[in-house]
């Protein structure tokens, strides 16, 4: 495969995964790169789709499936500005990036040396929201001043963001900020603010935030970033609090 894609997109691609792992699978296909990762503690599913249209150019020629440092791809990308074109090509055993004057070139890893990827499971989330992705982001963020974990509801008049810490609480009312969307369906569930916050890291003013979950019911968090160019989706496990 060879490709040139803006480097915002690749940097926004391997922010996503940071937080959470040091190494990636990644498959290139006709139609698109697909990325997967589970986290160590299996509470997070991360998968990242760029699809070819998003790419300058996308000249394919097999599938291909590996692994790869993205710690180390991470931070190459830091250098690239965010309107530079950074070129692909993968190899036998090597992936080279070029952007500027810089060329960088990493040894795949074997796919079967990977944390196996669990299967993608099919869950009956009841709960649409859609909102920006900055509303959300700022709310998490006022949610950790005094918490660790996170009640996401949804009720006939919007979307709630909660959290309780020893002495206080805090509740933001997102239906108040006009949501792009939202299905009206009721359900609650609670979750990590230091895996969502860490999720989040990777949006910027304009990205798209679509939050799905059912009571007590995994979270699909699916953020489109990059001007629509990148798409990522975590699937988080629930936070159940012991009684």
Do not use: W
């Amino acid at each position: 495969m060879r490709g040139v894609v803006e480097g915002v997109v690749l940097k926004n691609l391997t922010a996503a995964f940071v937080p959470f792992v040091h190494d990636a699978l990644f498959s290139v296909k006709q139609e698109e790169v697909d990325v997967r990762m589970v986290d160590p503690a299996n509470v997070c599913l991360i998968m990242a789709t760029i699809p070819k249209e998003a790419f300058e150019t996308f000249d394919y020629d097999k599938d291909e499936v590996f692994g790869l440092d993205i710690e180390r791809v991470h931070e190459i990308l830091k250098l690239a500005k965010k309107k530079d074109l950074v070129s692909i090509k993968t190899e036998d055993s090597l992936i080279k990036f070029k952007l500027s004057n810089l060329e960088y070139s990493l040894t795949k890893i074997d796919p079967s040396a990977v944390r196996k990827i669990p299967k993608v499971p099919e869950l009956k989330l009841n709960a649409k929201v859609v909102l920006n992705a900055m509303l959300l982001k700022t709310a998490l963020k006022s949610a950790g001043k005094i918490a660790e974990s996170v009640e996401f509801l949804t009720d006939e008049s919007g979307f709630y963001v909660r959290a309780e810490g020893e002495t206080d609480s805090i509740t933001m009312h997102l239906g108040e900020l006009d949501p792009i969307d939202f299905n009206r369906e009721a359900a609650t569930s609670r979750y990590s603010l230091e895996y969502l916050t860490s999720a989040l890291k990777c949006v910027s003013p304009g990205d798209i935030a679509t939050v799905r979950f059912g009571t007590n019911m995994p979270v699909d968090l699916t953020l489109d970033v990059a001007e629509g160019k990148l798409r990522v989706k975590y699937i988080i496990a629930p936070r159940i609090e012991a009684f």
